[in-house]
Each structure stands twice: as structure tokens, then as C-alpha cells.
């Protein structure tokens, strides 16, 4: 098969043939159609995050067609690979519900094998089935940047005004969920960055402009999609007493001192750390209720390096996902 693998931290992806995968007992062998391009697949290229598997096939954003079937998946249904690709079932935290945070957990396209490639193999026990609205396209952005934001969102508890800061891909998502349920979004991107305003506005935001000056209106709530740690400092000038800002990333840079008085009066800080299968079930459920429209600029599988540099400066607007098969 067709594989764009990393070979170390912060060189480029190389086009290489690699072997198909043989799956593991309980593992699908899964034909990609689509993966989606996720801002942490810069971390793990960067070598930002430690330790990853290498030679890496990275991508967590996987949308296919089971090749080879095991558990409850049969040869020929459609299946999405998120993120989380294991965990060991036994520690405190995933005895407590908390999967999310085991101490053994695998990652896909990081301690696993992922989705740059012509096919996979992932524990069928941490695949989804796709909604049969969405095709492959559609649905590759909801299983990183859907079920984060989706995590986060639920951790900003009930709150009426939300800033989200950066407005990506978790972003366009979300702004579409809050609004169904009654919420108002302001958008915070780089100062100047009109184009990512306007799109904002067009996805449902009620206000967008730059992360430099203050909220129009106090926040409920913030979500950091951005992973720049000054920006938890500035969300925090714009909360209400008892607001929280939620930190969707899983790298961000130093979070800069901060008078005491932008934490006082029951203000909280706090990260999301991954996700747990519930959290999978629950989101994709509701994206079966309601539509979710994403921005998407494909690339074809060997154009990777030119998807990541797209993200890594900012002139994707919305999604890039890898067209693989289909």
C-alpha cells in the first residue's frame, strides 16, 4: 500500500510502499477513503509530542470501509478511527469511567499507525459507526475535531456567551451545535485575519474580530482551539465571575503569569485531555440529528506536507482532508 510516513521528528513526510497491515485478533483491517488533517498531526511532526512510534503513518481522522470484519463490524460497513486506539481496561481511571486519561493509552497516528495511508488496522472495539448521512469527507473531520470540540463544549457547562478562540476546524463544528442549542458564539482569530472572521460569521458566530482586543459582549464561557498560551490570559480578561475557559489542545505553549485577580471570583482554568468512547457514541449521535456543514480543501494523499504546511500556516480555511480512496 501507499503510505505517507514520517521517518523522524520535524522531517518531511516520505511517500513510501509499505505492506498492507495484518490485524491483529480483534482488529479491522480497514480501507481509507478519507483521513482528515488535524493540527496535532503538526505536534507529532514537530516532535512536539514525545516519544512517538517510528517509522509513523500519522492521521487520526479516519473515515473507511471495513476491509476484514471483527467484533461488531462486518466486511463492507462504513467505520471512523478516532484518536483514542487503546487503553488498558484495569487502572484507576479507566475502571472510574475515565478511559481518556489511562496511563497505557495508545494513539492513533502516534503510538499507532494511522491514517495517511491506503489502509489500517485499529481495535474494533474503538471504531464508530458513521452516521449514513455523511459520506467519508463529511464525516472524517467530525473524529478528532468534532469529538474534541464536543468534549470541551460539554466541559463549558451551560453557558450562554462562548468565545472560541481560533476558528478552525473544531470550531466551525461547534459554533453549528451551540447555535441548535441556543447559545451565542464569538469568534476570536489572529488580529487582522478577516478572511477566518467572515468565516466565522458565515458558520453562526453573532461577532468575530481579533484575540488582541476585548469581547464585545462578557464570556460565559472560552474555548482555546489555538494552541498559544497567552490567549488563555487574555480569555480570562473577557470571563464573567465564575466563567470557565476550557483548553481543547493536547500541546500549547507556556501559559505567560497572570495577576491573581483574572482567576479570582471563581473563574477556572481547565484542559481536555483526549476523549472516551461514550464521548464518540454521544457526539456522533447527535450529529445524526443535527446537520453539520464543514469547509473542506482536499489534498491527495501524497500532497500531505503541502495539507500540513496549509495548517501550519493558516491558509486553510475550514478542514484539509486527504482523499485516499473511494
Not at 55 to 64: C, D, N, T, W, Y
Not at 294 to 319: D, I, K, S
Amino acid at each position: 500500500m501507499r503510505a505517507m510516513v514520517l521517518p523522524r521528528p520535524r522531517a518531511p513526510l516520505a511517500l513510501t510502499d509499505l505492506p498492507v497491515p495484518r490485524p491483529r485478533e480483534g482488529e479491522l483491517l480497514i480501507r481509507i477513503e478519507v483521513c482528515a488533517v488535524c493540527r496535532t498531526d503538526l505536534h507529532v511532526v514537530d516532535g512536539e509530542l514525545p516519544d512517538p512510534k517510528l517509522p509513523l503513518v500519522i492521521g487520526h481522522q479516519i473515515a473507511g470501509v471495513v476491509a476484514r470484519g471483527a467484533g461488531e463490524f462486518a466486511e463492507g460497513e462504513r467505520v471512523g478511527v478516532p484518536w483514542l486506539g487503546w487503553t488498558d481496561g484495569t487502572c484507576r481511571y479507566c475502571r472510574s469511567g475515565r478511559e481518556n486519561l489511562c496511563d497505557r493509552a495508545r494513539f492513533t497516528g502516534y503510538t499507532i499507525d494511522g491514517g495517511y495511508a491506503e489502509f489500517c488496522a485499529a481495535d474494533a472495539r474503538y471504531c464508530f459507526r458513521l452516521p449514513d448521512s455523511y459520506s467519508a469527507e463529511e464525516a472524517s473531520p467530525l473524529l478528532c475535531a468534532g469529538l474534541i470540540g464536543w468534549r470541551a463544549l460539554r466541559m463549558a457547562g451551560d453557558a450562554r456567551r462562548l468565545g472560541f478562540y481560533g476558528f478552525g476546524s473544531s470550531a466551525q463544528i461547534l459554533t453549528q451545535l451551540a447555535r441548535a442549542e441556543g447559545r451565542e458564539v464569538y469568534a476570536f482569530t489572529r488580529d487582522g485575519d478577516t478572511a477566518a472572521q467572515q468565516f466565522a460569521r458565515t458558520m453562526g458566530a453573532v461577532w468575530a474580530g481579533g484575540s488582541g482586543g476585548p469581547s464585545p459582549e462578557p464570556l460565559d464561557a472560552a474555548i482555546l482551539f489555538a494552541p498559544i498560551g497567552p490567549l488563555v490570559v487574555a480569555a480570562l480578561r473577557n470571563l464573567v465571575k465564575g466563567g470557565t475557559v476550557v483548553c481543547a489542545g493536547i500541546h500549547m505553549s507556556n501559559i505567560p503569569s497572570f495577576p491573581y485577580s483574572l482567576l479570582w471570583e471563581e473563574r477556572a482554568v481547565r484542559s481536555v485531555a483526549n476523549l472516551t468512547r461514550a464521548d464518540g457514541v454521544e457526539f456522533l449521535e447527535r450529529a445524526g440529528t443535527v446537520r453539520i456543514r464543514t469547509e473542506r480543501h482536499p489534498f491527495a494523499l501524497e500532497q500531505a506536507n503541502e495539507a500540513l504546511a496549509a495548517l501550519r500556516y493558516g491558509t486553510v480555511t475550514g478542514t484539509a482532508v486527504l482523499r485516499i480512496s473511494g
